[in-house]
């Protein structure tokens, strides 16, 4: 079964400082990945995704994330945090073909401070 | 423009009311979703439509009726809810529904509290 793991629940760093969030998924077949954020009270707005085009995938505001089949893993980075960038993160898999369903990670708290 | 529309923003509602969420899209997107997301959790998927036909129903409770009028507009209908109800619902559309790397665009939610 298709899945992903999010390590950290929260992660806390400076403003200006790199931006990591782990993301590993679980799939026998190439698998369709997504990041969304959530702010505060709001809905989910997509990132970036991969769709097996290339393994550097850059998404919106400054983001991008590196697909790495060995390590089973999409993580999320941006090279410096900005104050705006405090939300929710959820890493998210497309199910195999034929079901149409997201699965999302339990997500991370990203918490910018000054 | 991607939007997904939602309303209304906040609802309040008793045990014994009926209540219904509007969502709404533009786009010409032909797949519409509902996700549930209790506080401090991921979104959990409810149910899909495809071409306007229900899909996918995540083995909701009855007290949950989705409805899908037209391709631009999607309603969820609520009746004798439980409070352990109360959570975001977020409404999603894609362009179609078979192929794997489309994007799922969101709403803002609708906020329910069920007393």
């Known amino acids: 079964a298709q899945s992903v793991t999010q390590l950290g629940s929260h992660v806390s760093v400076s403003e200006g400082a790199l931006v990591l969030l782990r993301c590993n998924y679980s799939?026998?077949?190439?698998?369709?990945l997504f990041w969304y954020v959530q702010y505060p009270n709001q809905g989910l707005q997509l990132l970036l995704k991969?769709?097996?085009?290339?393994?550097l995938v850059k998404g919106i505001n400054g983001f991008e994330a590196e697909f790495k089949k060995s390590e089973t893993s999409f993580h999320l980075t941006k090279p410096s945090a900005h104050m705006s960038d405090a939300a929710e993160y959820f890493c998210?898999?497309?199910?195999?073909?034929?079901?149409?369903?997201?699965?999302f990670g339990a997500g991370t708290r990203l918490a910018v401070h000054p | 423009d991607t939007e997904v529309t939602q309303t209304p923003k906040h609802l309040v509602m008793g045990m014994t009311n009926k209540k219904s969420l509007k969502c709404e899209q533009h786009?010409?997107?032909?797949?519409m979703y509902w996700y549930k997301q209790k506080a401090k959790k991921p979104p959990e998927l409810m149910f899909v439509?495809?071409?306007?036909?229900?899909?996918i129903n995540e083995s909701v409770p009855s007290r949950f009726s989705p409805e899908c009028p037209n391709s631009s507009l999607l309603n969820l209908h609520l009746h004798a809810l439980q409070p352990e109800d109360s959570a975001l619902y977020l409404c999603?559309?894609?362009?179609?529904?078979?192929?794997?790397?489309?994007?799922?665009?969101f709403g803002p939610g609708t906020r329910l509290l069920v007393l």
């Open positions: 999603a559309s894609s362009q179609t529904p078979e192929r794997e790397q489309e994007t799922q665009y």
């Open positions: 799939s026998s077949v190439p698998p369709y």
């Open positions: 991969y769709t097996s085009a290339a393994t």
């Open positions: 998210a898999v497309r199910l195999q073909r034929g079901y149409n369903k997201l699965i």
């Open positions: 786009m010409g997107h032909r797949a």
């Open positions: 439509y495809s071409y306007e036909k229900l899909s």
